[in-house]
Nanobody
Framework: QVQLDESGGGLVQAGGSLRLSCAAS????????MGWFRQAPGKEREFVAA???????SYADSVKGRFTISRDNAKNMVYLQMNSLKPEDTAVYYC???????????WGQGTQVTVSS
């Protein structure tokens, strides 16, 4: 069982930056693939970024070059640094975890990110 808790959301102007944090429970944290997803009002959940146990990273095209995912296994933390934010980045951002396969099994409660123009 893994518990995830996001923090760091808030209101920023377009072009600004935020850093989201996800605190994970469990001694096996380092074996999980960690991901960030987001869901805007009236929209489906969207993949944002993921990072493996070996720190291999992947990003959605919409955030590539602007967002950076990272992890600190010693602290059971995963981060999403968001730069050059756009109004279309406005969404609830969720941290997620999985071992292998296509499905993320564990999810946080989400943190709101609002980008004003």
């Amino acid at each position: 069982q893994v518990q995830l808790d996001e923090s760091g959301g808030g209101l920023v102007q377009a072009g600004g930056s935020l850093r989201l944090s996800c605190a994970a429970s469990g001694r096996t944290f380092s074996t999980y693939i960690m991901g960030w997803f987001r869901q805007a009002p009236g929209k489906e959940r969207e993949f944002v970024a993921a990072i493996s146990w070996s720190s291999n990273k992947s990003y959605a095209d919409s955030v590539k070059g602007r967002f950076t995912i990272s992890r600190d296994n010693a602290k059971n933390m995963v981060y999403l640094q968001m730069n050059s934010l756009k109004p279309e980045d406005t969404a609830v951002y969720y941290c997620a975890a999985k071992r292998d396969g296509p499905q993320y099994k564990y999810w946080g409660q989400g943190t709101q990110v609002t980008v004003s123009s």
